[in-house]
């Protein structure tokens, strides 16, 4: 396959569908656009080639030109010298010559027009390159934009989720007010009992501890009318 038919399939190869099949679309891209380059540094060099060959094709048709020039030139200055024979000798390299002029005159239009449309497919190569850089930048930033919008959704989607469960939860708590209102009475309750309880122990002590003193008055007290009998 020619160069211009390997580029042009490049060219013409679908970027949209590349980046849709492709796995990791930008890889995909930014070897498709090495590629091109690749195939362009190719083209530039072949250009190049055809302007030098083009060049040398036509430095042998100038020096062709000049020598016949000279050998006609050489062959006046014998004849005028009355030398026929060098003359001739003269004029027989001169039609040599001539022949090779003719040769190197198609040689250097032939590679001139090679080298002329080389150097137009070369320039409309490269602004295909350049259109192309853009446009694969372009759709990896769109593919780029999407992702993040597709990420931000996502995320969006999350938040809503956990959102909703909270307000869920919260709702379910302030449903439970009745519920709380009376496990504190009953606590409430409890606590009530248990403190009448030990307001009771407390009382049934100071009691005791009455009786004691009563008890304890009235054994001095019979002591001591014991004594006084006595």
């Known amino acids: 396959m020619g160069i211009f038919s390997r580029i042009g399939n490049i060219m013409t190869a679908g970027v949209n569908d590349i980046l849709d099949k492709a796995e990791d679309p930008e890889k995909m891209v930014n070897q498709m656009i090495r590629n091109m380059?690749?195939?362009v540094t190719e083209l530039e060099e072949s250009t190049a080639s055809a302007l030098a060959a083009a060049k040398l094709a036509m430095?042998?048709?100038?020096?062709?030109?000049?020598?016949?020039g000279e050998w006609q030139t050489r062959a006046e200055q014998a004849l005028a010298?009355?030398?026929?024979?060098?003359?001739r000798k003269a004029l027989m390299k001169k039609n040599s010559i001539e022949k090779n002029v003719s040769i190197f005159e198609k040689q250097a239009a032939d590679a001139n027009k090679l080298a002329n449309r080389m150097k137009e497919e070369y320039q409309t190569?490269?602004?295909?390159?350049?259109?192309?850089?853009?446009?694969?930048?372009?759709?990896?930033?769109?593919?780029?934009?999407?992702?993040?919008?597709?990420?931000?959704?996502?995320d969006s989607n999350k938040f809503n989720s956990s959102l909703n469960s909270v307000k869920g939860a919260f709702s379910t708590m302030n449903n439970a007010d009745e519920m709380f209102a009376k496990m504190e009475e009953k606590i409430d309750k409890d606590l009530?009992?248990?403190?009448?309880?030990?307001?009771?122990?407390?009382?049934?002590?100071?009691?005791?501890?009455a009786e004691l003193t009563k008890k304890t008055a009235i054994d001095d007290e019979l002591e001591a009318l014991k004594a006084k009998v006595k």
């Open 37 to 39: 380059e690749n195939s």
């Open 59 to 68: 430095r042998k048709y100038d020096k062709a030109v000049q020598e016949k």
């Open 81 to 87: 010298s009355g030398n026929e024979d060098l003359a």
């Open 125 to 154: 190569v490269k602004e295909q390159l350049a259109e192309a850089r853009d446009k694969a930048g372009h759709l990896i930033n769109q593919k780029k934009a999407a992702e993040s919008r597709k990420k931000i959704n996502e």
């Open 192 to 209: 009530v009992a248990i403190e009448a309880r030990e307001e009771l122990q407390e009382d049934s002590i100071e009691k005791e501890f």
